[in-house]
């Protein structure tokens, strides 16, 4: 039986999922994927890549993510799911490119800088 080792990142968050053929379980963390992602949005999101080629609840995946946000988290994963799906099948390459689940999410929280406040906020201008 064949595993697939993917990683997927964005913003922070990074996903290093492992994925085999089975009966469709999802963990997250140890944890089912209810229980990880309560809100179903983002249930969606990490199930998007397997609804898109029509393969939900064909292959077994765990989890595991680390860094960022709830929902950077989610879409990491999804990210990963789809580099999984690429490998096990190489058709679904253009399904899933055209939606953007391949594309890497460069975006992250720019710095603070010396001096100022926040990243790009200075402080008040007084002229006298």
Known sequence: ?????????????????????????????????????????????????????GVDGSYDIKINVDGGGITGQAEAARMAISRALCEFDAEHRSALKKEGFLTRDPRMVERKKSGRKKARKKFQFSKR
């Open 1 to 53: 039986m064949e595993i697939i080792n993917t990683i997927g990142r964005r913003k922070t968050s990074v996903a290093r999922i492992y994925m085999k053929p089975g009966n469709g379980e999802i963990t997250v963390n140890d944890r089912t994927i209810e229980v990880y992602f309560p809100f179903d949005l983002h249930q969606i999101v990490v199930k998007q890549p397997l609804t898109l080629v």
